[in-house]
């Protein structure tokens, strides 16, 4: 079996665990309300799991202060910001909702890689694309226009498209980075660093109370985000974004928001109307258009490159 093979085996693994963690965030959450304490415990305990798989099973770590500084930013860009709100965002939001907001994060992967890129640019089906992702969460909304009544709703909202803009960026970040010797010891690394700065924070901005008492179905959704949604996922996630396109290895958005807003519906009562249809069409057509966009500006840009720079025929 090729790496390729692999990357696309660990991707449809992510389309389907990836999609199911919302819920059980959703339960997590209900159970412990300390948001912050309950993805930060996620977080390092996964971190450790997977930095002690890295030790395990290969000896070549790297332990610069380079990487280090490295692998701590895309833990507080993927982790930190993108796990730690989105899972504070649902606190306030259905997770329904937060999957299909986070669905948009192929687009600003797309935006956030065409900046930091001198060949490729900005086009039109780009614009129209993100066009159709903002409209899909006008939809989002649609029915929570009072600020007043609704404004933790609102909160959870903004939250949640703050932690996509991050995790698009880390993962534009962590792409630019050398291919590492140990991915396990790398993904622990970010794992345990991500965790850590949200501990930190917790204490700031989270509520305590009932934190201690043991209540079965938290701790339940806990260990299994701690083993499917962090250990394999991200390990996964790390390894497909390694081996294939960032634009690919994204895609993995498409499948998310229906997954979850499916399990939200069936297994948690969350509310399903056509709004929601209208925000899933909107963002899945809008991150379909960016993708379209950025593979056609990535050709344009090979073309430009080829014309400038012809291969001599000897």
């Known amino acids: 079996m090729t790496q390729t093979t692999k990357a696309y085996i660990a991707l449809i693994y992510i389309c389907i665990a990836w999609g199911m963690t919302y819920l059980l965030i959703k339960i997590g959450v209900e159970a412990y309300p300390a948001a912050f304490f309950f993805a930060g415990s996620r977080q390092v305990i996964a971190g450790i799991i997977l930095f002690a798989i890295g030790m395990a099973t290969n000896k070549n770590r790297d332990y610069s202060a380079v990487n280090i500084k490295?692998?701590?930013?895309?833990?507080?860009?993927?982790?930190?910001?993108?796990?730690?709100?989105?899972?504070?965002?649902?606190?306030?939001?259905?997770?329904?909702?937060?999957?299909?907001?986070?669905s948009m994060m192929p687009i600003f992967a797309v935006i956030f890689g065409l900046y930091g890129s001198k060949k490729e640019k900005f086009n039109s089906l780009i614009g129209v694309g993100l066009l159709l992702g903002l409209v899909?969460?006008?939809?989002?909304?649609?029915?929570?226009?009072?600020?007043?009544?609704?404004?933790?709703?609102?909160?959870?909202?903004?939250?949640?498209?703050?932690?996509?803009?991050?995790?698009?960026?880390?993962?534009?970040?962590?792409?630019?980075?050398?291919?590492p010797v140990n991915p396990m010891f790398n993904s622990g690394l970010q794992l345990l660093f991500g965790g850590l700065f949200m501990l930190i924070i917790s204490p700031?901005?989270?509520?305590?109370?009932?934190?201690?008492?043991?209540?079965?179905?938290?701790?339940?959704?806990?260990?299994?985000?701690?083993?499917?949604?962090?250990?394999?996922?991200?390990?996964?996630?790390?390894?497909?974004?390694?081996?294939?396109?960032?634009?690919?290895?994204?895609?993995?958005?498409?499948?998310?928001?229906?997954?979850?807003?499916?399990?939200?519906?069936?297994?948690?009562?969350?509310?399903?109307?056509?709004?929601?249809?209208?925000a899933f069409i909107a963002i899945v057509a809008g991150v379909y258009i960016v993708n379209m966009g950025y593979k056609k500006q990535h050709r344009l840009s090979e073309v430009k490159q080829f014309e400038t720079n012809p291969v001599s025929e000897s």
């Open 70 to 102: 490295r692998q701590a930013l895309v833990g507080f860009l993927l982790l930190t910001c993108g796990n730690g709100l989105v899972t504070w965002g649902e606190k306030h939001i259905p997770s329904g909702v937060a999957a299909l907001i986070c």
């Open 136 to 179: 899909g969460v006008v939809f989002i909304v649609k029915d929570k226009l009072s600020f007043r009544t609704e404004a933790l709703y609102f909160y959870g909202i903004i939250g949640t498209l703050i932690a996509t803009c991050t995790w698009a960026f880390g993962s534009v970040k962590s792409k630019k980075y050398p291919t």
């Open 204 to 278: 700031f901005v989270d509520d305590y109370t009932g934190m201690w008492v043991w209540k079965t179905d938290g701790m339940l959704s806990l260990i299994a985000l701690i083993i499917f949604g962090s250990v394999i996922a991200y390990a996964a996630y790390i390894f497909a974004l390694r081996t294939l396109p960032v634009g690919i290895t994204t895609l993995y958005a498409y499948v998310n928001p229906l997954v979850a807003v499916l399990m939200g519906y069936f297994f948690y009562s969350e509310e399903l109307n056509i709004n929601t249809a209208f």
